[in-house]
């Protein structure tokens, strides 16, 4: 039996929480003191929060269950 495949809908909600969320961390970086706001911007910081992100979804895609071959 086939997998259904993620539509469309599905695709623009999740693209919708990234901008929101993305939006938010600009929101609460522009709240932070100038110190907060050097630490943020002037260390590599937000390479590494990337970075992670991504070895984390790497993580789940390649630890979920695949399509299975003919039996």
Do not use: K
């Amino acid at each position: 039996m086939a997998e259904r495949q993620p539509g469309i809908r599905e695709v623009l909600l999740v693209a919708a929480a990234i901008v929101v969320t993305v939006l938010a961390a600009a929101g609460v970086t522009a709240l932070l003191p100038s110190d907060g706001q050097a630490v943020v911007f002037h260390t590599p910081l937000l390479i590494v929060i990337l970075v992670g992100g991504t070895a984390y979804i790497l993580w789940r895609i390649l630890r979920s269950p695949g399509t299975r071959g003919p039996s």
